[in-house]
């Protein structure tokens, strides 16, 4: 690459900024490699009668999605999506999966092909009975080529240096790897490289699927012993599914931060797990459940446990993966939560 | 083997009184196969001026260890170690793991060489800088075939038939392990049978050390990354010391309940990780500690710690484990607890 690398975000929601602070500091650490100054694209909104951009701008803080956490000055907001990502040599897409295609669409015309991608998107792409990976998308909607983040990162411990790991995918570790890693590797935010870009993405999708079976577990008060065994089942299906309808990926993608790791918090601690957990004892659709909890915010969980069904469906193999089918009918057909585990007992 | 197969068990405690529990269900269940009587040896002691054995054999509850939970009548306590096992065709050793020589040295003379043995003791046996596995030293003892159970069971929730899972390692899945299974294996209590016996007693020990660990990271107030990035690390520490010291050890082992299943549930409630959550925040040795936690009963984790820390430097190799190592010195050199995460930090 030779010059300094210009960087932009897409994207300046909680994890956005929380990886702008990370990349913020890296830029300047790394000023051989980087330009210091990295643009940051963030839809515009109104707070208290001032834009957002603004009090970004001004006070170094997105105190609407990441409040109290100081972002360093060389991160730039600019609310037009083409000015922040024009002549950028590294783009980070950080932003809600539904915004993907209009986003790129917009940035087509102002990226050069030798421009690289990452995503940091977590989940899967369903698109006439078929799925595909952000990155793969980003790549042909852009005509570049885009890597993928992934890893057991809560927005706000990384944002507040509290030690963590991510993994990032590459088909190329060696060249773009090892740049992404100077982007994004701190002491605090310990990254491994590898080439499977395709299990990295599948664990991120999939891993809230299962999280909401450890949520029905919890609600139906079922013990330490039937959750172990639901979220292992879960990391299996995960493989699973990636193996069958995927080529490249590794059992070794799976004990990557990406893998086990993201999904032991995500079963910990994770809205997925909580909203499933009200649901079994409610009358209500898994959308009011929602709405009520995450103030109308969609649950990625349930949406991929969907999309995942359809898919199987299609290809009439629902029964080869009992508990992700087992989560379509809790949530969707309304079956008794028990299912969870009711096909594991024979 | 043709005949009814005699099943007897030797040990008695939370666990052991649990899988009795189980093993009485099911040779009644399989009653062609084995013998519907199961003695289990009990050692005695006296309870309100009352045997235990007269107790379990007359209420049919260990009212000391397993109290609350009814056990068929089918199981017959025995003080005799020898009359427990005389005659039996199958030998399951479920007791504490210092007394696995001195039963044994009891049992040689009354026990058949086509005698089977399956050890449920969670432990590695270091002897003169040297690991050895219980399953091979009860091979060696009794001069009979061993195989292993563990897994992700808390004894209580397999006592009340809450779901789970557990692996049963043997050199012979397609034989020996087909009767195990049937031995075990019940609609609650959903047994796999492997090869991997050597993987599957590495986990078994070593989860809690990495428990311990994962005890100091919340004692720290570390957060969920913290947490994950290290139980993965573990993880990766427990393949690690498998595949380096012992022949046979497969990374396939590690997805099933003995593995992965049981590490997260150990990290997440057992009292490795409480002892060691208190013991950061004490000036008091961890001996002290054990004692006011749990009535003087000794911390497996911390034991397994020291032992695999002196297996390791007389290898010269604690660099390559820094978990392990980090949680000895933790513990016993008084390290700062923050160094559980320093070496991950780079």
New interface residues.
């Given amino acids: 690459m030779g010059k300094q690398l210009k960087v932009s975000i897409i994207g300046s929601g909680n994890w956005g900024s929380a990886i702008a602070r990370v990349i913020g500091q890296n830029v300047q650490q790394h000023s051989d490699l980087f330009d210091p100054t990295v643009r940051m694209w963030v839809f515009q909104e109104q707070i208290d009668g001032r834009n957002l951009t603004d009090i970004i701008n001004q006070q170094h803080e997105n105190v609407k999605y990441l409040p109290g956490i100081k972002l360093s000055p060389n991160i730039v907001a600019e609310p037009d999506v083409k000015k922040a990502a024009e002549g950028a040599n590294i783009l980070v897409f950080v932003l809600p999966h539904q915004f993907v295609y209009q986003t790129c669409g917009s940035l087509k015309e102002v990226i050069d092909a030798d421009c690289r991608g990452i995503t940091l998107i977590k989940g899967l792409d369903f698109r006439d009975e078929n799925i595909m990976l952000f990155s793969d998308e980003i790549s042909k909607l852009l005509g570049i080529e885009c890597a993928a983040l992934s890893g057991?990162?809560?927005a706000t411990?990384?944002a507040?240096e509290?030690?963590?790991?991510a993994t990032i995918g590459t088909k190329y570790p060696d060249t773009d790897g090892a740049v992404f890693k100077k982007l994004f590797h701190t002491?605090?935010f310990?990254i491994s490289v590898i080439e499977d870009y395709t299990g990295l993405q599948i664990c991120g999708a999939l891993k809230n699927v299962v999280a909401i079976a450890a949520g029905v577990c919890d609600g139906l008060k079922?013990?330490?012993?039937?959750?172990?065994?639901v979220?292992?089942r879960g990391?299996?299906e995960m493989?699973k599914f990636g193996k069958t309808f995927f080529g490249g990926v590794r059992?070794e993608t799976?004990?990557?931060?990406c893998g086990?790791?993201?999904l032991?918090?995500t079963c910990?601690?994770g809205r997925n797990r909580r909203v499933a957990e009200a649901f079994i004892h409610s009358d209500k659709s898994i959308e009011e459940i929602e709405k009520e909890l995450l103030n109308g915010q969609k649950l990625q969980g349930t949406t991929t446990a969907l999309e995942v069904h359809r898919f199987l469906v299609t290809r009439n193999m629902t029964e080869e993966f009992p508990l992700m089918t087992a989560v379509y009918r809790v949530i969707y057909e309304r079956a008794p939560p028990e299912c969870i585990?009711e096909y594991?007992?024979?």
């Fill in positions: 057991a990162n809560i411990e990384v507040e509290k030690y963590g790991e002491p605090y310990n079922y013990g330490n012993n039937t959750r172990a065994a979220i292992r990391l299996l493989r059992t799976f004990f990557q931060s086990v790791a993201d032991i918090t910990s601690g585990v594991l007992t024979y």
